[in-house]
């Protein structure tokens, strides 16, 4: 199922590929397969490994200059618990309900301190959407994703305490020396209640700021444009994953037939973003996979998510073009990499086989014209140049009312300017006559190359021309 001393040996692939960060999916200690229900924080799951597997997983992605990001499910935890048990505790024996098998969760705590622990979850007195009954007793509990996953009360000192706890513990006290988190779910910290939750993330930034000021949280607020451009504007959080951007109807699968809302799909999402970093994608975990069995179709996909300003977040498996099964279950967005090395792979239960149209990752790396290599070779531009990565745009051509194909991105960052020519044609090649001063500087062509006649160039189907200006 892999592990943490397998990333381990996986870092040299992915900064071959050009990637500078990697986020980890949930490893603290839980029941679950995917673990986002957490039984204890400060413990590495035994599938993935042990805190010293962590340590060096990251020592060895920073000699490299990988910065590591893990996730961090701050609204809920499993319901083994320990801080739930002991809240539950707390709250029967405020009702009068406290079992003989639940008075050892209050042992030595004065009233104040067991008040304090009722306080750390949400429950309630009556049954209502989204709550669980605690067995053997009158009350519920919030639990908004599942009866396992019981809801932390942002309001509760405690809770915040172990959020804060937590947080330093993995950046400085556990020695781990990660880089920042990615915070699941941040729009039910406080049921739809922006203004709340912006206040919320404000303080959870602040914890990682008190250990390293420049560390990077980003948060999962899986909502529209306007929802999530308030959240921008309203907290300090560095990074949203912008989900405008994923999926079938996101702006860059679509725009790949839309060069129009492409292009309006940039502009908004850093619209949004502000002074903050954008965080593009195409897919994750919990979305249906994005790649196409079409060689040229994936690269160019890749190719438009790659060439967008921002922290621009790959799902793994991308990358080699691994395909979803008819299932769309979670367990299906998570089936094994096609290595290549002989390894036996085992897939989460219940998940339907993926295919792998393009070959297992050894091959495609001896490939020079595979998709692994295209994206490296975008990867390599977006190092570069960072007025592609990280530019603002500065004006464009070739509008969508335009009948060419064409369409030309300009972009500043600190006096770096750059172009970026796209044919949105998967047919045929377009001709774009350079300004004076204009060079050519890289290309990503799903197929052939860009060719130059007397400052003109004819840039193939469903290709990426970058130009210095």
Same mark, same amino acid.
């Given at each position: 199922?892999?592990?943490?001393?397998?990333?381990?040996?996986?870092?040299?692939?992915?900064?071959?590929?050009?990637?500078?960060?990697?986020?980890?999916?949930?490893? !603290?200690?839980?029941?679950?397969?995917?673990?986002?229900?957490?039984?204890?924080?400060?413990?590495?799951?035994? *599938?993935?490994?042990?805190?010293?597997? /962590?340590?060096?997983?990251?020592?060895?992605?920073?000699?490299?200059?990988?910065?590591?990001?893990?996730?961090?499910?701050?609204?809920?935890? %499993?319901?083994?618990?320990?801080?739930?048990?002991?809240?539950?505790?707390?709250?029967?024996?405020?009702?009068?309900?406290?079992?003989?098998?639940?008075?050892?969760?209050?042992?030595?705590?004065?009233?104040?301190?067991?008040?304090?622990?009722?306080?750390?979850?949400? !429950?309630?007195?009556?049954?209502?959407?989204?709550?669980?009954?605690?067995?053997?007793?009158?009350?519920?509990?919030?639990?908004?994703?599942?009866?396992?996953?019981?809801?932390?009360? !942002?309001?509760?000192?405690?809770?915040?305490?172990?959020?804060?706890?937590?947080?330093?513990?993995?950046?400085?006290?556990?020695?781990?020396?990660?880089?920042?988190?990615?915070?699941?779910?941040?729009?039910?910290?406080?049921?739809?209640?922006?203004?709340?939750?912006?206040?919320?993330?404000?303080?959870?930034?602040?914890?990682?700021?008190?250990?390293?000021?420049?560390?990077?949280?980003?948060?999962?607020?899986?909502?529209?444009?306007?929802?999530?451009?308030?959240?921008?504007?309203?907290?300090?959080?560095?990074?949203?994953?912008?989900?405008?951007?994923?999926?079938?109807?996101?702006?860059?699968?679509? +725009?790949?037939?839309?060069?129009?809302?492409?292009?309006?799909?940039?502009?908004?999402?850093?619209?949004?973003?502000?002074?903050?970093?954008?965080?593009?994608?195409?897919?994750?975990? *919990?979305?249906?996979?994005?790649?196409?069995?079409?060689?040229?179709?994936?690269?160019?996909?890749?190719?438009? /998510?790659?060439?967008?300003?921002?922290?621009?977040?790959?799902?793994?498996?991308?990358?080699?073009?691994?395909?979803? +099964?008819?299932?769309?279950?979670?367990?299906?967005?998570?089936?094994?990499?096609?290595?290549?090395?002989?390894?036996?792979?085992?897939?989460?239960?219940?998940?339907?086989?993926?295919?792998?149209?393009?070959?297992?990752?050894?091959?495609?790396?001896?490939?020079?014209?595979?998709?692994?290599?295209?994206?490296?070779?975008?990867?390599?531009?977006?190092?570069?140049?960072?007025?592609?990565?990280?530019?603002?745009?500065?004006?464009?051509?070739?509008?969508?009312?335009?009948?060419?194909?064409?369409?030309?991105?300009?972009?500043?960052?600190?006096?770096?300017?750059?172009?970026?020519?796209?044919?949105?044609?998967?047919?045929?090649?377009?001709?774009?006559? %350079?300004?004076?001063?204009?060079?050519?500087?890289?290309?990503?062509?799903?197929?052939?190359?860009?060719?130059?006649?007397?400052?003109?160039?004819?840039?193939?189907?469903?290709?990426?021309?970058?130009?210095?200006?």
């Amino acid at each position: 199922m892999g592990d943490l001393n397998g990333v381990t040996q996986k870092l040299d692939y992915i900064h071959q590929l050009g990637f500078d960060g990697i986020w980890l999916m949930p490893i !603290f200690q839980s029941p679950s397969y995917h673990k986002y229900n957490t039984t204890d924080y400060y413990k590495i799951d035994p *599938d993935y490994g042990t805190a010293a597997d /962590l340590k060096q997983l990251v020592s060895r992605a920073h000699e490299l200059g990988i910065k590591v990001i893990i996730d961090l499910a701050l609204n809920h935890s %499993a319901t083994d618990n320990i801080n739930f048990l002991k809240a539950c505790a707390a709250e029967a024996q405020q009702r009068g309900e406290l079992k003989d098998s639940e008075k050892q969760y209050l042992e030595g705590l004065s009233t104040d301190q067991i008040s304090a622990l009722a306080q750390m979850y949400s !429950f309630a007195d009556t049954s209502r959407n989204g709550y669980t009954q605690v067995p053997g007793h009158s009350f519920f509990y919030e639990s908004n994703f599942s009866s396992t996953m019981p809801e932390f009360n !942002f309001d509760s000192p405690l809770a915040q305490d172990l959020f804060r706890s937590v947080i330093h513990y993995w950046m400085d006290e556990a020695n781990a020396g990660v880089d920042g988190y990615r915070l699941d779910a941040v729009s039910y910290y406080y049921m739809n209640n922006t203004s709340a939750n912006t206040a919320a993330l404000n303080r959870i930034q602040s914890y990682g700021q008190e250990v390293d000021p420049d560390c990077y949280f980003v948060g999962e607020c899986w909502q529209n444009s306007p929802i999530i451009t308030q959240y921008y504007s309203d907290s300090t959080l560095n990074s949203y994953f912008w989900f405008p951007a994923q999926g079938a109807n996101g702006f860059v699968s679509e +725009g790949m037939y839309d060069k129009g809302k492409y292009l309006r799909g940039e502009k908004a999402m850093l619209e949004a973003a502000g002074s903050d970093i954008a965080a593009p994608f195409l897919d994750n975990h *919990d979305t249906a996979r994005m790649t196409f069995s079409a060689l040229d179709m994936a690269k160019f996909q890749y190719g438009l /998510l790659a060439t967008l300003s921002g922290n621009v977040f790959t799902y793994y498996g991308d990358e080699c073009g691994i395909g979803q +099964g008819q299932s769309n279950n979670d367990e299906s967005k998570r089936t094994h990499m096609p290595w290549g090395d002989g390894q036996e792979c085992q897939d989460p239960a219940n998940a339907a086989e993926s295919y792998y149209p393009h070959g297992d990752v050894k091959t495609q790396l001896a490939d020079p014209n595979s998709l692994v290599n295209f994206v490296a070779a975008a990867n390599r531009l977006r190092n570069a140049y960072p007025a592609l990565g990280w530019g603002q745009i500065d004006g464009n051509e070739f509008e969508e009312d335009d009948e060419t194909s064409l369409l030309a991105i300009d972009k500043s960052l600190d006096g770096e300017k750059v172009r970026v020519v796209y044919n949105f044609s998967r047919v045929e090649a377009a001709d774009y006559q %350079a300004a004076a001063g204009e060079k050519l500087v890289g290309q990503l062509c799903s197929k052939g190359a860009v060719q130059e006649t007397d400052g003109k160039y004819s840039i193939p189907a469903y290709s990426i021309a970058l130009f210095q200006k």
